[in-house]
């Protein structure tokens, strides 16, 4: 009788711990409430075919949104895009080099054509590359500076006037920690993400009185393929998560997306020029 009540109860642990792990990714997608608000609300991401732009893509489409991305790499969106069509969510891939001004703005003048308002403007695309103090081109300053900025600037300028039209919206831009941190080798990068910071708290004042949301979300060092790839080290990711942040947890995209749906939606209608800072508290402004 006891023997076999340790074989049940080991059984039961076994299926208890199988349990876990064959449900770990269903943990996490239920980790993000569902917003009414955003069903059939029409999202446009730009980098939405890889790392956090991937993340945003996949989730709004949980929320059965309509989404636009626009990417370079058009290959890797059409796959997304088929992997959200059993979500009932229409995804549209724009094949688009966003530091090429009339490019992107002729993408934008075709998006106006075929689809409805965009509700929601993410602007999200952007690279971090490591200089040595100013050791760099200008033709490179400039050329991170159209990708991390400009880009971010043509996307409103094109899209606010059908928003307002609409009686409303809301923009996200990402930024970064890093305009706190002021890590030496990305002077460029820093530069960058806070010129976005100045054009959020610029552009919701102005746009504030036509029910326009405009903030930015500050990720840390959230681990993407492109991070993994290029710039982490067993080393660095040990003391970033357990010396740096005060939450000792690796940041993956699915951390910010929370932070995102909600500035989405319009449980955030009171909230603008902010920028939300997701980075397991390691920057102390």
Known sequence: MVNQTRINLSLNLFSFSKLLTLNYSIVEKI???????????????TGGSNGIGEALTRTFAEQVSQVTILDLDHNKGLKIA?????????????????TNTSELQNALKKIRKETPTVDVLINNAGYDPRYQLLEMSETEW???????????FITCRELLPDMIQAGGGSIIMTSSHVFWIAKPDMIAYNTT?????????????AAGKHNIRVNAVAP?????????????????????VHELQSI??????????????FLASESSRAITRQT?????GYAQS
């Open 193 to 205: 993400k806070a010129a976005v910071i100045g054009l959020v708290r610029s552009l919701a004042t």
């Open 248 to 261: 000792p947890i690796e940041l993956t995209p699915n951390e910010l997306m929370g932070t995102y749906l």
């Open 82 to 98: 088929k992997d959200c069509e059993s979500l009932g969510c229409k995804v549209n891939v724009y094949p688009v080099d966003l």
């Open 142 to 152: 400039n050329h991170l500076f159209q990708l991390n900025v400009v880009h971010y």
């Open 220 to 240: 840390g060092w959230i681990m993407t393929e492109r991070q993994l790839e290029q710039w982490v080290t067993p080393e660095a990711k040990q003391k970033t």
């Open 31 to 45: 980790m993000f409430p569902i917003y009414p608000d955003l069903n059939k609300k029409h999202i446009l991401i």
């Open 276 to 280: 939300i800072v997701v980075d397991g």
